[in-house]
């Protein structure tokens, strides 16, 4: 198999030791340069949101972190394991299906759509990965299940269905399901904007309570500045596939510097 000249790098530093970075990443579909030789890095335990314009690649940069998506170039570092790449001696060689099994387990998404299974009970939907995927026994992952459902707020329905829930429930459950398989990074793609409105409001409790209680990394994708202000440690500004700003939530959401920024801040500003 061919090394791309861009993973044929020596081994990871010691600051790749841990969390994620992209390093020259490029993604194109078709024609369309979605993202441009992106560099950006989140520490373990960092909190950053991804803010800009319909378009810009924020959820194509989730996409690819979970493997739905291959780079074209450059390199996606995962808690110290390249992403799409593994090593093979000093070399660096296309991953195959095993090792980006084990590299992803590290990481769990919560999307817009909560894809629940609708025929499992709620327990079900969060036991489900970890007994097949992480092999503990039904009992354990019960336990671990319920305790979660307790977490969001759902510890009696956990024997309901996904079609006797509300959306903000099912995304709950969702929520739920992610932190059963115990991920150190977690992926929120604008995990309310399938909710009404006055649903919203219980799903980011849940989420800033899980951001205040663990040492999870994350990063999210959202419209919701509020939400972003609140658990942030970082956000970063995209505008077609490059950060055009970045900084603490104070700085980006009451200073920012950037024209395009601006702009985008006072839409979705106009919008609510
Ligand atoms: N599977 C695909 N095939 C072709 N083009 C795609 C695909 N996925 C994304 N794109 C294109 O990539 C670009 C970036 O899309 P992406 O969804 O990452 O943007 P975004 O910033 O998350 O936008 P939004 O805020 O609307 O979700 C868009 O031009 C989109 O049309």
């Not at 992803?104 to 817009?112: A, H, Y």
């Not at 939530?249 to 009451?254: A, V, Y």
């Amino acid at each position: 198999m061919a090394t791309t000249d861009s993973a044929a790098q020596a081994l990871p530093p010691r600051e790749h030791a841990d969390g994620i970075r992209f390093e020259g990443v490029v993604k194109r579909f078709g024609d369309n340069v979605v993202l441009r030789e992106l560099d950006f890095a989140v520490a373990p335990g960092e909190r950053v949101t991804l803010i800009g314009p319909s378009g810009s690649g924020k959820t194509t940069i989730l996409r690819l972190l979970m493997t739905l998506e291959k780079v074209d170039d450059g390199v996606i570092w995962v808690n110290g394991h390249p992403l799409s790449h593994m090593k093979r001696g000093e070399r660096l060689v296309p991953a195959d299906d095993k090792y980006l099994h084990k590299v992803r387990g590290d990481i769990g998404m919560v999307f817009q759509q909560f894809n629940l299974f609708p025929n499992m009970s709620v327990l079900r939907n969060v036991t489900e990965a970890p007994v097949h995927v992480l092999k503990l026994s039904r009992d354990e992952a019960n336990e671990r299940a319920r305790g979660l459902l307790d977490l969001v707020g759902l510890a009696d329905k956990a024997d309901s269905h996904p079609a006797q829930l509300s959306g903000g429930q099912q995304q709950r459950v969702a929520i739920a399901r992610a932190l059963a398989m115990q991920p150190k990074i977690l992926l929120l793609d604008e995990v309310t904007s399938a909710l009404d409105p006055e649903l919203v409001a219980g799903v980011l409790d849940v989420l800033r309570d899980i951001a205040n209680e663990t040492d999870i990394t994350m990063l999210c994708v959202t419209h919701e500045m509020g939400f972003a202000r609140d658990v942030s440690h970082r956000v970063l500004m995209f505008d077609q596939g490059q950060i055009v700003e970045e900084g603490s939530p104070e700085k980006i959401f009451s200073e920012p510097e950037n024209q395009r920024t601006q702009d985008f801040l006072h839409a979705v500003l106009d919008q609510h």
